[in-house]
């Protein structure tokens, strides 16, 4: 089984802060490396997908790059409805995984 | 537009059963795979169960594999979990989620979730 570590747990930044967020996979997953944005009390929802393709919607501050084992999710010019929990999530096999999720904090 | 809307959660008895539904709409559901994934109190997302479009191949989470069963019903565009020998580490929102694509393992798609407690 695929494991998901994603750093950190949580953070504290500032309006107009860039931040990153990583997640290291447990073996190779090629490009199936999704990231989901859940706002509190509601559902997640798809951010990037395969790495790096924005879903539509979603301000272009977003951004995921990566490969293999080694992946990041970046905020360029944080803003305050980004605050939110980020997971990651490999899609490449079965059983799925996420990561446990960075806490945002404006 | 893609909709999946889920029910049956509430409370429950450890060691009860319970069954889960998902009905979706706004795609051709027959010919997309479908997951449950679940969140405990202040957890993160934890992904429990996928059924192929065809029905032809199940997978499921070592947490609930043996108590958890997925199935669907292409006639009623509705998902199932049934959840057997629930325990208290099984209280959590339990959400449907789809790729709305053949069998994709991301999830576009998600319902708002429905509450499971169980306690005694």
């Known amino acids: 089984d695929i494991q998901m570590t994603q750093s950190p747990s949580s953070l504290s930044a500032s309006v107009g802060d860039r931040v990153t967020i990583t997640c290291r996979a447990s073996?190779?997953?090629?490009?199936?490396l999704n990231w989901y944005q859940q706002q509190p009390g509601k559902a997640p929802s798809l951010l990037i997908s395969?790495?790096?393709n924005l879903q539509s919607g979603v301000p272009s501050r977003f951004s995921g790059s990566g490969s293999g084992t080694d992946f990041t999710l970046t905020i360029t010019s944080l803003q305050p409805e980004d605050s939110a929990t980020y997971s990651c999530?490999?899609?490449?096999?079965?059983?799925?995984?996420f990561g446990g999720g960075t806490r945002v904090e404006i | 537009q893609v909709q999946v809307v889920e029910s049956g959660g509430r409370g429950v008895q450890p060691g009860g059963s319970l069954r889960l539904s998902c009905v979706a709409s706004?795609?051709?559901?027959?010919?997309?795979?479908m997951h449950w994934v679940r969140q405990a109190p202040g957890k993160g997302l934890e992904w429990l169960a996928f059924?192929?479009?065809?029905?032809?191949?199940?997978y499921y989470a070592d947490s609930v594999k043996g108590r958890f069963t997925v199935s669907r019903d292409d006639s009623k565009n509705t998902l199932y979990l049934q959840m057997n020998s629930l325990r208290t580490e099984d209280t959590a929102v339990y959400y449907c989620?789809?790729?709305?694509?053949?069998?994709?393992?991301?999830?576009?798609?998600w319902g708002r979730g429905t509450q499971v407690t169980v306690s005694s």
């Open positions: 989620a789809t790729g709305a694509r053949r069998d994709s393992y991301t999830f576009f798609y």
């Open positions: 706004g795609f051709t559901f027959s010919s997309c795979g």
């Open positions: 059924i192929r479009s065809d029905g032809s191949d199940k």
């Open positions: 073996q190779n997953i090629d490009n199936f």
């Open positions: 395969d790495i790096s």
């Open positions: 999530q490999q899609s490449f096999s079965a059983p799925l995984s």
